[in-house]
């Protein structure tokens, strides 16, 4: 068992690697927004929100349930100047969310079309960044497009959906991670309908028994898993 100095210490670093990710990727043009943080003892999300009921994955900023989902006007909490992010992120080991749909989009799909896509991409020189999260890969996508289906357990986080950044600690306390990191492109991101196009000729099986027949893709509110 860890002693509380040597816990002490892998805090501080994960809450520094968190503070890092944050201001680069503010540096790079991608607002970001303080999520709920995982917490081991509680085997739960906890924010700093008084009286918050969510235990999953959520940001920590506080939202009215009558503008929509809790993806609903995230804009209006996310902060833009890399100053204001070490400051911030003093207060406790947020989680790292990018609000989707104005700065980048995400393209979600199960890790074993993650590696065909990313194949696929690659050899187009279409690849941007990748991040893994359990079974689900989230490619990132320039914002908009055109293409609203190509079949199968395929999300798409526009509008009212956000993205969770690497190392943040997602649901039971598993890292996300990054397969292909920004610095390999700059944060350059490919177009949104470029990466649906290249799914289009992998086999893509419903594998969630939410999908209905014949569902593509779907916005979505919720954090990747």
Do not use: K, N
């Not at 003093?90 to 989009?105: F, I, K, N």
Request: hydrophobic content about 45%.
């Amino acid at each position: 068992m860890l002693s509380a100095r040597a816990r002490g210490v892998i805090t501080s670093r994960y809450r520094r690697a968190l503070t890092r990710t944050a201001v680069s990727a503010v540096a790079a043009g991608l607002p970001v927004v303080p999520g709920a943080w995982w917490s081991a003892s509680g085997r739960r999300f906890e924010c700093d929100l008084a009286g918050c009921p969510r235990t999953g994955p959520h940001p920590a900023v506080h939202h009215d349930p009558a503008t929509g989902p809790p993806g609903a006007g995230l804009m209006v909490h996310a902060l833009r100047d890399r100053e204001a992010v070490p400051a911030r992120w003093t207060r406790q080991p947020y989680t790292v969310l990018v609000p989707t749909g104005e700065a980048c989009d995400v393209v979600d799909v199960p890790a074993h079309l993650g590696r065909a896509l990313a194949t696929r991409l690659d050899a187009r020189s279409a690849l941007g960044p990748v991040i893994s999260a359990g079974s689900r890969w989230f490619f990132l996508a320039a914002p908009g497009g055109q293409l609203a289906a190509v079949g199968g357990d395929v999300l798409v986080h526009g509008h009212g959906s956000w993205i969770m950044l690497p190392p943040s600690l997602g649901p039971g306390g598993s890292p996300t991670r990054w397969l292909v990191r920004p610095a390999r492109y700059g944060w350059e991101l490919p177009e949104r309908d470029v990466v649906i196009r290249a799914l289009a000729p992998v086999s893509v099986p419903v594998q969630r028994s939410t999908l209905p027949s014949g569902a593509a893709i779907r916005q979505v509110s919720a954090t990747p898993a």
